[in-house]
């Protein structure tokens, strides 16, 4: 063993501060005393969950076994700006414009939402026709939604289809 590493092992062996192993910054039995660091963000003043966009109506859920048939194995959402662009439509709509339903509004934009996730990445945009709601258009027009993967509530993954404005 050459001078410099038995200096080395005696100051370790002096040196309370530093374990036989240098893992620990300080002496066996100390740690339990050492206070957690304080969170560099500060207290959480309020949280708004996954479940409670749901519960306020800021997100709206997908059937499970749409979502399923579509392509995805996790649970997908809109947000309510998505919902009212591309999937509402009442009867009036469809007397005023064209026939169409919400169900066949709400399979495009998950389909179209699956079939972009497939070129992969976690955050992708998507583009998708639609009629335009509200007016006298009977023609679909190209519109915009990303689609993100992300931690939910409890960690595990969930989809969440977006205007491309939205975070």
């Known amino acids: 063993m050459s001078d410099h590493t038995e200096d080395l092992l005696a100051r370790i062996d002096d040196d309370l501060s530093v374990s036989l192993d240098a893992m620990r910054s300080v002496p066996a039995g100390l740690a339990d005393s050492v206070p957690e660091p304080a969170n560099p963000f500060g207290t ?9 966009a749901i519960a306020d109506g800021m997100l709206r859920e997908v059937p499970e076994g749409l979502a399923r048939e579509a392509g995805f194995r996790v649970p997908v959402a809109l947000t309510s700006a998505v919902w009212e662009d591309c999937v509402a439509w009442s009867d009036e709509d469809s007397a005023r414009q064209t026939p169409q339903d919400e169900d066949g509004r709400l399979w495009d934009v998950v389909f179209m939402s ?12 998507v583009s998708l026709y639609r009629v335009p709601r509200g007016g006298r258009a009977r023609a679909p027009r190209l519109v915009n ?23």
Request: aromatic share 2%; glycine share 12%; charged share 25%.
């Open 44 to 52: 959480v003043i309020d949280a708004y969950s996954r479940a409670d």
């Open 114 to 125: 699956a079939q972009a996730a497939r070129r992969g990445g976690s955050d992708v945009l």
């Open 145 to 167: 939604v990303r689609c993100v993967i992300g931690p939910g509530d409890t960690g595990a993954p969930v989809i969440t289809i977006m205007q491309p404005d939205e975070d």
